[in-house]
């Protein structure tokens, strides 16, 4: 059967789309060809510390990695495609553990652990046997930790808890990969709030000796120490203690996968039960609106906060820019602070890319009613607009006035266009690039295949990152003028907001129907397929 299974997967990557793929393992092979080049220049130009910091970065991803998106299964063969095989549950998944180690992440992970045989090479062959032996036991932990991370996430995101949990460890690691930078950046230029840009030259020293034994008796720098110990002669027992204690610990990880994956395939399938009643609701009254309006404004409010992948990603949009502002408020750039508003809009954005996939085949009420597809785009917008649109640019506003800073007039110039951008432009895009995935009367919770919006969130990203930006480069060129960065803001905002909702509703006229049939057959070339006909 493992046979089998290593087969299947290996066809899957042979058959399967290779863009996302192969650009995961060019990036990864950089990096990893850095920390091996790094191996080789250690104790002549860098200490060799620094190998110990890479190596733990890297298993630190591992572990971390899963949580950064957590509705998307990791699994190339899926647990769902195997529920209700005539096989016993703990034998399956004792079988699929092996296919597990297949993969890209593994492949790059072993080039960069390889660096651990350079560092043993002066201590002979002997040496360099027993790096090779580490690289195969901290690439054993190493993996069984990410694969037993994502399962326990899969698991935990069946209850809200586990949705709260899921959303403040992907607003983390967002927020660490948007502002991580600030603090080296603030100690290489800590007056660049002033108008000085000095540079602070930096030197890449020793590392104290207690950080580096520290990093040693972490899991991931077991292997590390075991690589060093043998080329020291430190004797076999100091050597092999941290081989073994390796593949204890990625054993007992394998089988608590293998048990978390039993328990998933023996589960059978629940259809989604709703938790409150289907009562009808009243329409929330707002000025300068139809009653349709305020009806899809209504359902919109009750679905971001219902919807379990909706859910996630309203919860993680706004703890992003809040943990973004503190990671800044720690260092000495507290003039950027007014521009988490802006942040916040962009990634409410990336957020709201994909709704129309997300609400699944309940599109067919909206295009057999007359009249209600304009309501329905206008009210998505003006939910949008309460839920990240006004916070956002509230939010840069209150830290323009608690900062004084000099980019606030930019900052809060650059929410309202950001803003305005994404609430037109996000319902478009997600009928341009929808996401089909499970559709919404079948997901109980984000860890099903809920659709991968990935590609309209690196679309929608630059689009409204350059509508951010735009106002305060028009006020700059003009010689820093706040009247000419609020009017550009508006001019922009309100230019976006009065074109592209007539284009959004005259999209959902055209290919509204081989939107649903995407729905429906789950598969989102349907959508292609319909607008090329359309289009001929």
Same mark, same amino acid.
């Given at each position: 059967?493992?046979?089998?299974?290593?087969?299947?997967?290996?066809?899957?990557?042979r058959?399967?789309?290779?863009?996302?793929?192969?650009?995961?393992?060019?990036?990864?092979?950089?990096?990893?060809?850095?920390?091996?080049?790094?191996s080789?220049?250690?104790?002549?130009?860098?200490?060799?510390?620094?190998?110990?910091v890479?190596?733990?970065?890297?298993?630190?991803?591992?572990?971390?990695?899963?949580?950064?998106?957590?509705?998307?299964?990791?699994?190339?063969?899926?647990?769902?495609?195997?529920?209700?095989?005539?096989?016993?549950?703990?034998?399956?998944?004792r079988a699929?553990?092996?296919?597990e180690?297949?993969g890209?992440?593994?492949l790059?992970?072993?080039?960069?652990?390889?660096?651990?045989?350079?560092?043993?090479?002066?201590?002979?062959?002997?040496?360099?046997?027993?790096?090779?032996?580490?690289?195969?036991a901290?690439?054993?932990?190493?993996?069984?930790?990410?694969?037993?991370?994502?399962?326990?996430?899969?698991?935990?995101?069946?209850?809200?808890?586990?949705?709260?949990?899921?959303?403040?460890?992907?607003?983390?690691?967002?927020?660490l990969?948007?502002?991580?930078?600030?603090?080296?950046?603030?100690?290489?230029?800590?007056?660049?709030?002033?108008g000085?840009?000095?540079?602070?030259?930096?030197?890449?020293?020793?590392?104290?000796?207690?950080v580096?034994?520290v #990093?040693?008796?972490?899991? !991931? =720098? @077991?292997?590390?120490g075991?690589? *060093? $110990?043998?080329?020291?002669?430190?004797?076999? /027992? %100091?050597?092999?203690?941290p081989?073994?204690?390796?593949?204890?610990?990625?054993?007992?990880?394998?089988?608590?996968?293998?048990?978390?994956?039993?328990?998933?395939?023996?589960?059978?399938?629940?259809?989604?039960?709703?938790?409150?009643?289907?009562?009808?609701?009243?329409?929330?009254?707002?000025?300068?609106?139809?009653?349709?309006?305020?009806?899809?404004?209504?359902?919109?409010?009750?679905?971001?906060?219902?919807?379990?992948?909706?859910?996630?990603?309203?919860?993680?949009?706004?703890?992003?820019?809040?943990?973004?502002? #503190?990671?800044?408020?720690l !260092? =000495? @750039?507290?003039?950027?602070?007014? *521009? $988490?508003?802006?942040?916040?809009a962009?990634? /409410? %954005?990336m957020?709201?890319?994909?709704?129309?996939?997300?609400?699944?085949?309940?599109?067919?009420?909206?295009?057999?009613t007359?009249?209600?597809?304009?309501?329905?785009?206008?009210?998505?917008?003006?939910?949008?607009?309460?839920?990240?649109?006004?916070?956002?640019?509230?939010?840069?506003?209150?830290?323009?006035?608690?900062?004084?800073?000099?980019?606030?007039?930019?900052?809060?110039?650059?929410a309202?266009?950001?803003?305005?951008?994404?609430c037109?432009v996000?319902?478009?895009?997600?009928?341009?690039?929808p996401?089909?995935?499970?559709?919404?009367?079948?997901?109980?919770?984000p860890?099903?295949?809920?659709?991968?919006?990935t590609?309209?969130?690196?679309?929608?990203?630059?689009?409204v990152?350059?509508?951010?930006?735009?106002?305060?480069?028009?006020?700059a060129?003009?010689?820093?003028?706040g009247?000419?960065?609020?009017?550009?803001?508006?001019?922009?905002?309100?230019?976006?907001?009065?074109?592209?909702?007539?284009?959004?509703?005259?999209?959902?006229?055209?290919?509204?129907?081989?939107?649903?049939?995407?729905?429906?057959?789950?598969?989102?070339?349907?959508?292609?397929?319909?607008?090329?006909k359309?289009?001929?």
């Amino acid at each position: 059967m493992t046979g089998t299974l290593v087969a299947l997967k290996l066809r899957l990557f042979r058959n399967g789309p290779h863009n996302e793929r192969a650009f995961s393992l060019v990036t990864g092979l950089v990096l990893a060809a850095l920390v091996i080049a790094g191996s080789t220049l250690a104790s002549r130009v860098i200490h060799e510390g620094w190998i110990a910091v890479a190596l733990t970065v890297w298993g630190g991803m591992w572990v971390f990695g899963p949580l950064a998106q957590p509705r998307h299964d990791p699994s190339v063969i899926s647990r769902e495609w195997l529920r209700g095989y005539p096989l016993r549950s703990w034998r399956l998944a004792r079988a699929l553990s092996w296919t597990e180690l297949l993969g890209v992440g593994p492949l790059i992970t072993l080039v960069s652990l390889s660096s651990l045989v350079v560092l043993a090479a002066p201590g002979g062959p002997a040496a360099v046997a027993i790096a090779v032996g580490a690289v195969v036991a901290q690439l054993y932990l190493l993996i069984w930790a990410g694969k037993t991370v994502a399962a326990l996430a899969a698991w935990l995101l069946q209850t809200r808890a586990g949705m709260t949990m899921a959303a403040t460890q992907t607003a983390i690691m967002l927020a660490l990969s948007f502002a991580g930078w600030v603090p080296i950046a603030a100690w290489l230029l800590p007056r660049l709030g002033e108008g000085d840009p000095a540079l602070v030259t930096p030197t890449l020293g020793h590392l104290p000796a207690p950080v580096i034994d520290v #990093l040693a008796a972490l899991p !991931t =720098g @077991w292997g590390y120490g075991a690589a *060093l $110990a043998a080329r020291d002669g430190a004797g076999l /027992g %100091a050597a092999m203690l941290p081989l073994a204690a390796l593949l204890a610990a990625g054993a007992l990880l394998q089988l608590g996968w293998i048990a978390l994956t039993a328990r998933a395939l023996r589960r059978p399938s629940r259809r989604a039960a709703p938790r409150r009643p289907a009562i009808p609701g009243r329409a929330l009254p707002l000025p300068f609106t139809t009653p349709q309006v305020s009806a899809v404004v209504s359902r919109e409010l009750a679905t971001w906060l219902r919807d379990p992948a909706r859910g996630v990603e309203l919860r993680s949009a706004w703890l992003t820019p809040l943990l973004m502002a #503190l990671i800044i408020a720690l !260092t =000495g @750039w507290s003039w950027a602070l007014p *521009l $988490a508003g802006p942040a916040a809009a962009v990634f /409410g %954005a990336m957020v709201a890319i994909n709704t129309y996939a997300l609400d699944g085949t309940a599109l067919w009420q909206l295009l057999t009613t007359p009249g209600a597809l304009r309501a329905d785009v206008r009210g998505r917008m003006a939910a949008w607009a309460l839920l990240f649109g006004v916070p956002s640019i509230v939010l840069a506003a209150a830290l323009w006035a608690a900062t004084g800073s000099p980019l606030g007039a930019a900052a809060v110039g650059g929410a309202i266009a950001a803003a305005a951008t994404a609430c037109a432009v996000a319902p478009l895009l997600a009928l341009l690039m929808p996401a089909v995935g499970t559709d919404a009367r079948d997901r109980i919770y984000p860890g099903q295949q809920a659709g991968d919006p990935t590609g309209g969130q690196m679309t929608i990203f630059p689009v409204v990152l350059l509508a951010a930006v735009l106002p305060g480069v028009i006020g700059a060129v003009s010689g820093g003028s706040g009247w000419v960065t609020a009017l550009s803001a508006i001019l922009l905002a309100g230019a976006v907001l009065y074109a592209t909702p007539v284009l959004t509703v005259r999209r959902l006229h055209q290919h509204g129907a081989g939107l649903l049939d995407a729905m429906a057959s789950r598969d989102a070339a349907v959508v292609r397929s319909s607008a090329h006909k359309a289009e001929r």
